[in-house]
């Protein structure tokens, strides 16, 4: 009965605890998020479709680098260690679900006892007993522990997507450059010998007093101006093959490629709307994240200025000694409840409190820049694309008459007296730089193209 009465009375202590309440401890976050429609600059549309959505095998068609990419997702160690980050995040949140269930402990013990001054022969006092404790969630505090600690799971999710977007960026931007490399080091092979067939030509000329010996030794110093620049564009391309090796998890060594001549330029690039990044960009959904958990840490902060409800309780045997140790008189039970009002920690618990909302200013100021940010990446990108394509009539016109220049005054060289020595290497070198140029421009735009991919969030799907 004395027990009934007890449970009775603790029941009631966690019913009244729970309207004690006069105002509300936590607040509700809320996702409202305002998304300026000229986030993209200059690029405004109210069209919702976005190449953010298509995975990154309908984007990059090119099975050698699909492979890569493949390989990239599977090996790269950045990606494992989210991977990994992930697997904390869900043990914290499997523990955050167990602070909702009582503890439970098993104990034992045997020993002598005498009270202070006692003559008689000290008692043999045994014991094996569980005890138990439980709080309960009054003000909300594990709740908003459960939400902070699911946040931080998502944030780590997001974290993995993020990693995996840069990585298949990083793959196919470092892909595209080796193919530029590999454009780069035929035009210049074909050029040093095309110099080289210039100086035996400038040696007949200089034999048939048509040139000087300056000219010959001109068109010498061009073939080797021309010609060193090799080891450097070699040094490039092993690089850059080591870069993709890396982010492959591979040892350093070649990598199969195609020809940059072979590599389609997407024409059909949208962009959707600016609002789309919240969805689509996962480092943007990293900064929300941290700032969820940063908001429910506040919550968490608040509870601790208020009164805290454990019960306690044990049961087991307890006598003094083995023989009767398992009778029913050695059992015992109690149960209590209380409540726990905080007094002279007030100093730490707002520390506590202004702690946790100094971290929730910091993170809210740090989604608002990685907003920013993506929409100046978007923005760049796009610029940078649509600059490479507006450069390409021109530069054909401009390659076109440099061809042009360079054979006729190679032509005026031999037949007449019109033009010099000066005059071919000028040309022949204005037409190089035009025609490195040239290739520097696919790659522009070929980059422009997987920076604008990750820019609105594509390559995690």
Known sequence: MKRTVIINKILWIVFTAALVPSCKVLQPYSSEKNVSD???RDAVTNDTATIASMPWRALFTDPRLQHLIDEGLSNNLDLKIAVARIKAAQANLKQANL??????????????????????????????????????????????????A????????????????????????????????????????????NRKEDVKTMQILKDGDVVTGAAVVQSAAN???????????????????????????????????????????????????????????????????????????????????????????????????????????????????????????????????????????????????????????????????QAAADKKTARRLQLENLEKAVSYTQQLLKYSNKANYTDVLTSEQSLLAAQLSSINDKLEQLQAVVALYASLGGGWK
């Open 38 to 40: 000229q986030l993209y």
């Open 150 to 193: 699911l946040a931080s799971l998502l944030q780590s999710d997001a974290y993995k997507r993020a990693v995996q977007t840069q990585l298949v960026a990083d793959i196919a931007t470092n892909y595209y450059a080796l193919m530029a490399y590999d454009a780069e080091l035929t035009l210049t092979l074909q050029t040093v010998q």
């Open 223 to 385: 073939q080797y101006s021309v010609e060193v620049t090799i080891p450097d564009i070699k040094q490039n391309i092993r690089q850059t093959e080591n870069a993709i090796c890396y982010l492959t998890g591979r040892a350093p060594g070649p990598i199969e490629r195609d020809s940059l001549s072979n590599e389609p330029i997407p024409a059909n690039l949208s962009t959707g709307v600016p609002a789309q990044l919240l969805a689509n960009r996962p480092d943007v959904q990293e900064a929300e994240y941290q700032l969820r958990n940063a908001f429910e840490m506040v919550n968490v902060a608040r509870t601790y200025f208020y009164p805290s409800l454990n019960i306690t309780g044990e049961a087991g045997l307890y006598n003094t000694g083995i023989k009767n140790f398992f009778n029913a008189s050695s059992f015992f039970a109690n149960i209590i409840g209380g409540l726990t009002q905080p007094i002279f920690n007030n100093g730490l618990n707002k520390q506590r409190l202004a702690l946790a909302k100094a971290q929730q200013e910091e993170y809210a100021a740090a989604f608002q820049k990685a907003l920013l940010n993506a929409g100046t990446e978007v923005s760049n990108a796009l610029y940078q694309y």
């Open 99 to 148: 602070a909702y269930l009582p503890s439970l402990q098993a104990n034992a013990s045997a020993g002598l006892y005498q009270t202070s001054g006692a003559q008689n022969t000290p008692a043999q006092v045994y014991q094996v007993y569980l005890s138990s404790s439980w709080q309960v969630d009054i003000w909300g505090k594990l709740k908003s522990a459960k939400r902070a």
